[in-house]
């Protein structure tokens, strides 16, 4: 079955540094995938996504390329800040299974200390 | 602006009663979704609705139930046969587009005390 497997966390920087967090995939088909961007208490935030191969999503300094060959889809930030502090979810919708549920991995918490 | 709304943010359950998350939404969204989140865990589907008088069940829905009578509202019973209710719930809302991926509420916390 479909699934998303998402590098364990906790991940802590310091503010400035480079962050990966990575994300692989298991899927029928062509996918889209997404990440997605949860601050304390609150409710899950699109963050960006990429819907066919090769794909680049970008948004706030956040990057994540659609590896076909690879099933990957690692999330990267050149300069990290404390307020990127949150928790990073890593999604697949293959539209296979009716509406178009989200498979999501169990996300990975970043602590940005200055 | 339109959105998702879920109420309250904080909800405290004595055992054994039934207690009802409200999920609106604003959006022109087909389908609605519902999903448990317990610390330091992912989301868990509990169920989900592509069309107003259907849904259909997720892999947690034991001890749940939900109604869609409307296309703008979804709400969630918990009822007193699931045994383990604290959690963080979180409603979202999707467009039959696959590609455009999902809209999230910013959640209830449920607590049994």
């Known amino acids: 079955g479909d699934s998303v497997t998402q590098m364990e966390g906790p991940v802590t920087l310091s503010e400035e540094a480079f962050l990966t967090i990575n994300c692989t995939y298991t899927?029928?088909?062509?996918?889209?995938l997404f990440w997605y961007v949860q601050y304390p208490g609150e409710g899950l935030q699109l963050l960006l996504k990429?819907?066919?191969?090769?794909d680049k999503g970008s948004n706030k300094g956040f990057e994540a390329t659609y590896r076909k060959e690879t099933t990957s889809f690692h999330l990267e930030k050149g300069s990290v800040q404390v307020s990127d502090s949150a928790v990073y979810f890593c999604a697949l919708s293959d539209g296979q299974t009716g509406a178009n549920n989200l498979f999501f991995g169990t996300g990975t918490r970043l602590t940005v200390i200055p | 602006d339109g959105g998702i709304t879920q109420s309250p943010k904080y909800l405290f359950r004595k055992e054994g009663q039934n207690v009802t998350l409200s999920c609106e939404q604003n959006l022109n969204h087909d389908a609605m979704y519902w999903y448990r989140q317990d610390p330091g865990q992912g989301l868990r589907l509990i169920y989900y609705?592509?069309?107003?008088?259907?849904?259909q069940k997720g892999d947690i829905a034991e001890g749940y139930s939900v109604s869609r009578e409307k296309k703008e509202s979804f709400p969630l019973t918990v009822t007193s046969a699931q045994k383990n209710p604290t959690a963080f719930y979180l409603c979202?809302?999707?467009?039959?587009?696959?590609?455009?991926?999902?809209?999230f509420g910013s959640g209830t916390r449920l607590t049994v005390v």
């Open positions: 990429a819907t066919k191969a090769d």
């Open positions: 979202a809302s999707s467009k039959t587009d696959r590609a455009v991926g999902y809209t």
């Open positions: 899927a029928t088909g062509y996918p889209s």
């Open positions: 609705s592509q069309i107003v008088n259907d849904f």
